[in-house]
């Protein structure tokens, strides 16, 4: 049942947004009149490489500097970029890889190899599930260009900020997937386009009837400032990245 509304609404959704993302897909071209599209290479299920699409925030090669981790004042990001980001489509675009099946509407978001790599032996179980556009931590952490942004090590301040969490919001899923929490996830991630804090109310609630660790769901409810923290599966907070 899935996959069935992977497909489906993937097939549909593809149909619906192409109109309105031909004009900004022109917009990315005419700017240096370079492909509009960034296929970035990351890691699905059972540990099996994809190519996945977005479409192109950045400037041509951006990805050859070795910095994974973006924050929002980074150079290498374009004015039509900043548009890109700001209502997500570089993710829209992914339902292409949604409809192929190498991702799902939800799960967990996909990571590139070097950041895969650093997975401890628990996190490692989050690529038993194809990964997706959506979960809990891509609205929870929607801001995390704004969390990185003006840090010396991107790279690193997310593995001591954000990844302790987002790999434990990625396993508290897995462990409690359903088809009906996949819809309301999907309705809270368009929820969170107009209101993220009601969103994540919502989240937290979630949480919390799932009896997740209290620490979790106060960091979840992003009323507290996030501070480093092993990943999970580690009793060492990251210090090299």
């Known amino acids: 049942m899935k996959r069935l509304m992977d497909f489906i609404v993937s097939f549909f959704g593809l149909i619906f947004i192409t109109p309105i993302l031909l004009p900004v897909i022109f917009l990315v071209w005419v700017q240096d009149y370079k492909s509009p599209f960034?296929?970035?290479?990351r890691v699905g299920k059972n540990?099996?490489?994809f190519r996945m699409a977005k479409l192109r925030s950045m400037v041509f090669d951006a990805n050859k500097t070795g910095v994974v981790s973006t924050g929002a004042n980074d150079a290498r990001i374009t004015p039509i970029g900043s548009i890109i980001r700001k209502f997500k489509l570089d993710e829209i675009s992914q339902l292409w890889?949604?409809?192929?099946?190498?991702?799902?509407?939800?799960?967990?978001?996909?990571?590139?190899?070097?950041?895969?790599?650093?997975?401890?032996?628990?996190?490692?179980f989050l690529l038993s599930v194809r990964p997706g556009i959506t979960d809990f931590s891509?609205?929870?952490?929607?801001?995390?260009?704004e969390i990185l942004a003006d840090l010396e090590n991107p790279d690193l301040a997310y593995n001591q900020l954000i990844r302790p969490w987002k790999s434990?919001?990625?396993?508290?899923?897995?462990?409690?997937?359903?088809?009906l929490l996949d819809i309301q996830l999907i309705l809270l991630t368009l929820l969170a386009i107009f209101s993220?804090?009601?969103?994540?109310?919502?989240?937290?609630?979630?949480?919390?009837?799932?009896?997740?660790?209290?620490?979790?769901v106060d960091?979840?409810?992003?009323?507290?400032?996030l501070y480093p923290h092993p990943p999970p599966g580690a009793?060492?907070?990251v210090t090299e990245r």
């Open 47 to 49: 540990g099996i490489s």
């Open 235 to 237: 009793d060492k907070i």
């Open 38 to 41: 960034f296929i970035a290479s």
């Open 196 to 216: 993220r804090e009601k969103a994540i109310t919502f989240i937290s609630r979630k949480l919390e009837s799932l009896k997740v660790d209290s620490n979790l």
């Open 138 to 145: 891509s609205i929870i952490f929607s801001d995390e260009a």
């Open 219 to 225: 960091i979840s409810k992003r009323q507290v400032n």
């Open 97 to 124: 890889n949604v409809l192929k099946g190498d991702m799902s509407l939800v799960g967990p978001r996909p990571n590139d190899k070097a950041e895969t790599d650093l997975y401890t032996s628990s996190e490692k």
């Open 168 to 179: 434990r919001l990625g396993l508290i899923y897995i462990q409690n997937q359903t088809l």
